[in-house]
């Protein structure tokens, strides 16, 4: 690699936002066919780099070199007339517009002064039949899932002839068959000697994809490496500066009653799910994506309404038709995809963290304990490490792993009874993750039951006390954390019984 010329050179690149300096002398290499890693933990300035890059944000300092020129990058269009493409971190699609309206955004087909639409489906149409994307393009986006539009966001940026395409998580909404095409594609991008910036919390993906890695801390610049010469060990303590002794905690906890019982749950593919919780568990629900995990929270908390079976909290029959009833039951609800739910983008950390549980601070005379609040607020930006200038600082402002630990101290503060939590560390870094679980544990500890989905084989194993795994909507399997391991589970997950 080294005897080529970088195709990429950002050297001592700095940036300050009111309050922060998001970025300090900070310098990324990328040559041709390679995919350069980016990471480092929440709020380490990876995105604000990449947005510098292309031409989202101006650089305070620092020179930027394509194929060993400088140039120079004052907005979007010069990136892209450079050959930079990106997928964001946050979905930039218009819901309003079509598939290939999006797809042609700013870059439209005309003929004389008007669009040419005709071919602009025709070659959108070709676009998805390549990715095996099968939807009309001229489909409303808002009608697609997370994932789907996820996967027109990618086709939208490799569409462009990018010599160089940022991806910046672009795995966090997907299923594993997209993950998987997306690999594909990533090495199609390669062999055409396209680099490729990858952005990414999971390790697996990371030393499966990538061929050298960068390391950003508190917007320095800690490293590069080639992947072959680093352990995951090692990644982990350049990204947080230390250790991790212990990266999946478990505690024993005394169980208690039963407090969450749930029989016969049924709706549309979801079928006959039965199960029970005690106080001071903590239940993995395991299962490939589209199992039916999340319908099965969903039901629970009253989001769907379901066709068949009954709900039992505390031994006694509940009614839940809303999320509201699963409140008042005491069940809350973490939502996997958090960036399309629960984040008022507009309002500060403090009044997000504070919004569903407005109740729990009132005095007897209904005025709001402010003081209360705040300390409260402050309590969890320590607890779960959240980056930000202040309390008072307004959501949209902090990295995308950051608004996430907003909303999850948000549930922890309303302290319910049963916690359903669905992807607790999606887009979470390692040492942050770590928090989370001695949260969990913490609950564990005050005789709470937890219910955690999750997709990462490892913190299902390292922190859940028993597992179901369900399979087509279906519970195939029930383990105790004794007999626990990677295949029972994968066996369970794609059907098999015993
Ligand atoms: N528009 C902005 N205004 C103020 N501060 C900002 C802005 N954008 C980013 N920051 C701050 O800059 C720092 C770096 O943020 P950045 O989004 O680059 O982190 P990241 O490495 O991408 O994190 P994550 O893994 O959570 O996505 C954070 O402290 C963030 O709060
Ligand atoms: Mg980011």
């Given at each position: 690699?080294?005897?080529?010329?970088?195709?990429?050179?950002?050297?001592?690149?700095?940036?300050?936002?009111?309050?922060?300096?998001?970025?300090?002398?900070?310098?990324?290499?990328?040559?041709?066919?390679?995919?350069?890693?980016?990471?480092?933990?929440?709020?380490?300035?990876?995105?604000?780099?990449?947005?510098?890059?292309?031409?989202?944000?101006?650089?305070?300092?620092?020179?930027?070199?394509?194929?060993?020129?400088?140039?120079?990058?004052?907005?979007?269009?010069?990136?892209?007339?450079?050959?930079?493409?990106?997928?964001?971190?946050?979905?930039?699609?218009?819901?309003?517009?079509?598939?290939?309206?999006n797809l042609f955004l700013g870059n439209e087909i005309v003929k004389g002064f008007k669009l040419n639409k005709k071919d602009m489906i025709q070659k959108s149409q070709e676009f998805l039949k390549k990715f095996n994307f099968n939807k009309s393009p001229k489909t409303l986006t808002r009608d697609l899932t997370v994932?789907?539009?996820?996967?027109?966001?990618?086709?939208?940026?490799?569409?462009?002839?990018?010599?160089?395409?940022?991806?910046?998580?672009?795995?966090?909404?997907?299923?594993?068959?997209?993950?998987?095409r997306l690999f594909t594609i990533i090495n199609q991008l390669k062999q055409q000697n396209i680099a490729i910036i990858y952005i990414s919390h999971r390790m697996e993906e990371i030393f499966r994809i990538c061929d050298r890695i960068t390391v950003l801390r508190?917007?320095?610049?800690?490293?590069?490496?080639?992947?072959?010469?680093?352990?995951?060990?090692?990644?982990?303590?350049?990204?947080?500066?230390?250790?991790?002794?212990?990266?999946f905690p478990y505690v024993e906890v005394e169980k208690g009653k039963t407090i969450l019982e749930v029989r016969n749950l049924s709706w549309k593919k979801i079928k006959d799910v039965s199960f029970n919780l005690k106080e001071g568990e903590i239940l993995g629900i395991a299962g490939l994506m589209g199992?039916?995990?999340?319908?099965?929270?969903?039901?629970?908390?009253?989001?769907?309404?379901?066709?068949?079976?009954?709900?039992?909290?505390?031994?006694?029959?509940?009614?839940?038709?809303?999320?509201?009833?699963?409140?008042?039951?005491?069940?809350?609800?973490?939502?996997?995809?958090?960036?399309?739910?629960?984040?008022?983008?507009?309002?500060?950390?403090?009044?997000?963290?504070?919004?569903?549980?407005?109740?729990?601070?009132?005095?007897?005379?209904?005025?709001?304990?402010?003081?209360?609040?705040?300390?409260?607020?402050?309590?969890?930006?320590?607890k779960l490490s959240i980056k930000t200038s202040s309390p008072y600082q307004i959501i949209k402002n902090l990295s995308g792993g950051n608004q996430q630990k907003v909303i999850i101290a948000r549930w922890l503060l309303n302290s319910p009874k049963v916690l359903i939590i669905d992807e607790p560390t999606r887009g979470i870094d390692v040492g942050a993750k770590k928090e989370i679980y001695d949260i969990l544990n913490q609950l564990k500890k005050q005789g709470k039951g937890i219910i955690m989905i999750s997709s990462e084989m490892e913190e299902i194993l390292g922190i859940s006390d028993r597992i179901i795994v369900m399979h087509e909507g279906r519970i195939t399997g029930e383990i105790s954390r004794k007999e626990a391991n990677q295949e029972l589970i994968m066996k369970y997950a794609v059907g098999l019984t015993d």
């Open positions: 690699m080294q005897d080529k010329t970088p195709i990429l050179e950002m050297v001592n690149i700095s940036k300050s936002f009111p309050g922060v300096k998001a970025l300090d002398k900070v310098s990324l290499r990328a040559f041709p066919g390679e995919v350069m890693g980016l990471l480092g933990e929440n709020g380490a300035g990876k995105s604000t780099l990449m947005k510098i890059l292309s031409g989202v944000y101006k650089k305070d300092e620092g020179i930027i070199k394509i194929d060993g020129k400088e140039v120079e990058i004052n907005g979007i269009k010069d990136a892209k007339r450079l050959g930079i493409s990106i997928i964001h971190q946050e979905l930039s699609l218009l819901p309003n517009l079509t598939i290939y309206e994932g789907e539009m996820q996967m027109v966001e990618i086709i939208k940026a490799i569409s462009k002839n990018a010599k160089i395409v940022i991806m910046d998580e672009p795995t966090t909404a997907l299923t594993e068959v997209e993950t998987e508190d917007g320095t610049f800690v490293g590069e490496e080639d992947i072959k010469n680093v352990t995951k060990d090692k990644l982990i303590s350049m990204m947080v500066g230390r250790k991790l002794e212990e990266q199992s039916g995990r999340t319908e099965v929270a969903k039901l629970i908390f009253g989001e769907y309404k379901k066709e068949k079976g009954e709900i039992l909290v505390e031994g006694k029959k509940v009614n839940i038709n809303s999320p509201k009833d699963a409140i008042k039951n005491g069940i809350a609800y973490l939502s996997e995809d958090r960036k399309k739910e629960g984040l008022v983008l507009k309002l500060s950390v403090l009044e997000n963290m504070m919004i569903a549980n407005l109740k729990a601070y009132e005095n007897k005379f209904k005025r709001l304990n402010k003081k209360k609040q705040l300390s409260d607020c402050k309590d969890y930006i320590k």
